[in-house]
């Protein structure tokens, strides 16, 4: 009888704090605060448009057709990269004629335009893209890399996402300006780097050395990065814009093991090959930490809980609860496991010189895109933790740490949104840019570096950036060019942007 009563007590107090916790899960989702109260209100009307006529299009067709390939820094297609300037040259006339632009040229292939605004007490900012593209296995894709096809409403190739589309995009625009009689009031520079894909060391490096070394600092920077996401974020039933406020770090290292060769007929214990295999498989299957909730993603789902279908929202609201949940979601998606965690990727191995011999040595080369709460320092005293074997040796081949977080209430943010909101009319997002960009080397340059591509992207269609089919909507191109026009228009009156921002664009 009492062991019942007791059994009553606990299944009651069990009933009492599930009814708790339910309400306290539809409270929260329900009152969850709005933390873009803004983004349906903000299109502004804007009748000005740069339709891509024939003409725009040959340009951009010709650019993708300019093989700039870069595999190392020492090994990229310079004569084409020479043939993409005298195209840039060729296709923009007003702007190589304008005596209020500048053109400079660092290690001979990177280029620096510098567009003197009429109104010389507004800060300077810049836009950055890049000449090279990483390259292409002609036999894996359905089109030649380098033709430039247009079939079924895109223009396929490599370099048309990542990304002479903003190279272009931005060129176009400023020649449209020009056309139209508009000289820019507020000085901007374009940066065009020639080895973003090998590092950006000689190119986006001399630039940054430019500016520090006259003392010019920028108001904000846009480079490429993350993009508009369709069908991508989980739970978002359209599209969202999302704009990198920061970057992952990167390292990569190379591991080794040596061994005394000999006569594959009388191998004796384990091969260099073998014990490099074995620390290469711990890494890939110990990720390292998911930081889910605690990096800038949070930010990320605090922008677009509200949009979120049902279920989804009642889950992103309530993280307190059903963290630890999302966090194993999230890690088993690529897109979605790189925002919560350095990502460790084994791209090179090599060893063995023949059949018959034991090999002396064994080289692997790890790719690591460090999550903004680690140091390369945390990554490489991690990793010797997982391989825990003294004969595996490592060398660091390059590091970057992770970028410093930029704000979202600045200037050059308010801009992006704008801009990203005139074309898209997607909600717009801050989040954390998974690769790495030239931006890298301009961190000192600027407290707002933002790392955003106007792409329109399904999975699928991302899966062509580094890898087959690359290939642009021809209508995306069109919003990339208009895209950076309004970008243009938009820094020039960004005082009557931030006033009509904090009145919620009743203003506009
Ligand atoms: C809930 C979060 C969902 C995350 C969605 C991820 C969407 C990914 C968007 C853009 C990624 C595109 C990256 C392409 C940039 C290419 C830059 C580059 O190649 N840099 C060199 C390098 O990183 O090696
Ligand atoms: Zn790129
Ligand atoms: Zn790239």
């Given at each position: 009888m009492k062991t019942r009563k007791i059994l009553s007590l606990i299944l009651k107090s069990l009933l009492l704090i599930l009814g708790v916790i339910i309400v306290a899960v539809i409270i929260r989702t329900v009152t969850f605060p709005d933390a873009q109260p803004y983004f349906e209100k903000c299109k502004v009307s804007d009748s000005d448009f740069i339709p891509l006529n024939d003409v725009?299009?040959?340009?951009?067709?010709?650019?993708?057709?300019?093989?700039?390939?870069?595999?190392?820094?020492?090994?990229?297609?310079?004569?084409?990269?020479?043939?993409?300037?005298?195209?840039?040259?060729?296709s923009f006339p007003l702007i190589h004629s304008s005596n209020f632009i500048q053109r400079i040229l660092f290690a001979n292939y990177t280029l620096l335009y510098r567009v003197e605004g009429t109104n010389s007490t507004l800060p300077p900012y810049m836009l950055v893209s890049h000449l090279d593209v990483v390259p292409a296995k002609a036999a894996e894709w359905q089109v030649d890399p380098f033709s430039a096809t247009v079939?079924?409403?895109?223009?396929?190739?490599?370099?048309?996402?990542?990304?002479?589309?903003?190279?272009?995009?931005?060129?176009?625009?400023?020649?449209?300006?020009?056309a139209k009689g508009q000289r820019p009031i507020r000085t901007f520079y374009m940066a065009m780097g020639h080895d973003e894909e090998v590092s950006g060391l000689r190119g986006a490096k001399a630039v940054a050395n430019y500016f520090s070394s006259r003392g010019i600092t920028l108001d904000f920077i846009s480079d490429e990065g993350m993009v508009v996401a369709d069908g991508i974020l989980p739970g978002m039933q359209t599209p969202v814009a999302l704009?990198?406020?920061?970057?992952?770090?990167?390292?990569?290292?190379?591991?080794?093991?040596?061994?005394?060769?000999?006569?594959?007929?009388?191998?004796?214990?384990?091969?260099?090959?073998?014990?490099?295999?074995?620390?290469?498989?711990?890494?890939?299957?110990?990720?390292?930490?998911?930081?889910?909730?605690?990096?800038?993603?949070?930010?990320?789902?605090?922008?677009?809980?509200?949009?979120?279908t049902l279920p989804h929202r009642v889950l992103m609201a309530n993280l307190w609860l059903f963290g630890p949940l999302i966090a194993r979601a999230f890690a088993l998606k690529p897109n979605t496991n790189a925002i919560i965690r350095t990502t460790t990727?084994?791209?090179?191995?090599?060893?063995?010189?023949?059949?018959?011999?034991?090999?002396?040595?064994?080289?692997?080369?790890?790719?690591?895109?460090?999550?903004p709460l680690q140091s390369v320092?945390?990554?490489?005293?991690?990793?010797?933790?997982?391989?825990?074997?003294?004969?595996?040796?490592?060398?660091?081949?390059?590091?970057?740490?992770?970028?410093?977080?930029?704000?979202?209430?600045?200037?050059?943010?308010?801009?992006?949104?704008?801009?990203?909101?005139?074309?898209?009319?997607?909600?717009?997002?801050?989040?954390?840019?998974?690769?790495?960009?030239?931006?890298?080397?301009?961190?000192?340059?600027?407290?707002?570096?933002?790392?955003?591509?106007?792409?329109?992207?399904?999975?699928?269609?991302?899966?062509?950036?580094?890898?087959?089919?690359?290939?642009?909507?021809?209508?995306?191109?069109?919003?990339?060019?208009?895209?950076?026009?309004?970008?243009?228009?938009?820094?020039?009156?960004?005082?009557?942007?931030?006033?009509?921002?904090?009145?919620?664009?009743?203003?506009?």
């Amino acid at each position: 009888m009492k062991t019942r009563k007791i059994l009553s007590l606990i299944l009651k107090s069990l009933l009492l704090i599930l009814g708790v916790i339910i309400v306290a899960v539809i409270i929260r989702t329900v009152t969850f605060p709005d933390a873009q109260p803004y983004f349906e209100k903000c299109k502004v009307s804007d009748s000005d448009f740069i339709p891509l006529n024939d003409v725009r299009l040959q340009h951009f067709r010709t650019a993708i057709q300019i093989p700039t390939v870069c595999t190392s820094i020492d090994n990229c297609n310079f004569t084409a990269i020479l043939q993409l300037h005298d195209h840039i040259q060729e296709s923009f006339p007003l702007i190589h004629s304008s005596n209020f632009i500048q053109r400079i040229l660092f290690a001979n292939y990177t280029l620096l335009y510098r567009v003197e605004g009429t109104n010389s007490t507004l800060p300077p900012y810049m836009l950055v893209s890049h000449l090279d593209v990483v390259p292409a296995k002609a036999a894996e894709w359905q089109v030649d890399p380098f033709s430039a096809t247009v079939k079924e409403g895109y223009i396929f190739g490599r370099g048309t996402l990542d990304v002479k589309q903003t190279l272009f995009g931005m060129m176009e625009a400023l020649e449209f300006r020009l056309a139209k009689g508009q000289r820019p009031i507020r000085t901007f520079y374009m940066a065009m780097g020639h080895d973003e894909e090998v590092s950006g060391l000689r190119g986006a490096k001399a630039v940054a050395n430019y500016f520090s070394s006259r003392g010019i600092t920028l108001d904000f920077i846009s480079d490429e990065g993350m993009v508009v996401a369709d069908g991508i974020l989980p739970g978002m039933q359209t599209p969202v814009a999302l704009i990198g406020i920061a970057e992952k770090g990167m390292a990569t290292f190379e591991f080794s093991v040596s061994v005394t060769p000999g006569h594959a007929s009388m191998p004796a214990g384990e091969t260099s090959i073998g014990i490099l295999s074995k620390a290469m498989v711990s890494l890939e299957q110990n990720p390292h930490e998911n930081f889910f909730g605690k990096g800038p993603e949070r930010l990320l789902l605090e922008y677009v809980v509200n949009k979120m279908t049902l279920p989804h929202r009642v889950l992103m609201a309530n993280l307190w609860l059903f963290g630890p949940l999302i966090a194993r979601a999230f890690a088993l998606k690529p897109n979605t496991n790189a925002i919560i965690r350095t990502t460790t990727a084994l791209t090179m191995f090599n060893a063995g010189v023949k059949w018959n011999v034991i090999s002396s040595t064994a080289k692997a080369v790890v790719n690591h895109r460090i999550h903004p709460l680690q140091s390369v320092a945390d990554v490489l005293k991690i990793d010797k933790k997982i391989i825990q074997d003294d004969r595996v040796k490592v060398k660091i081949l390059s590091a970057y740490e992770p970028s410093p977080i930029s704000p979202t209430d600045s200037d050059g943010y308010r801009i992006l949104h704008q801009s990203i909101y005139q074309i898209f009319e997607v909600p717009v997002a801050p989040a954390l840019f998974i690769a790495s960009s030239d931006s890298k080397h301009f961190v000192k340059l600027s407290k707002n570096i933002y790392r955003f591509a106007p792409s329109f992207l399904n999975s699928a269609e991302l899966k062509g950036i580094h890898g087959n089919n690359e290939k642009i909507k021809i209508k995306n191109y069109e919003q990339t060019i208009n895209f950076y026009y309004h970008l243009m228009i938009n820094a020039e009156k960004s005082a009557n942007l931030k006033s009509a921002f904090d009145k919620g664009h009743q203003d506009l």
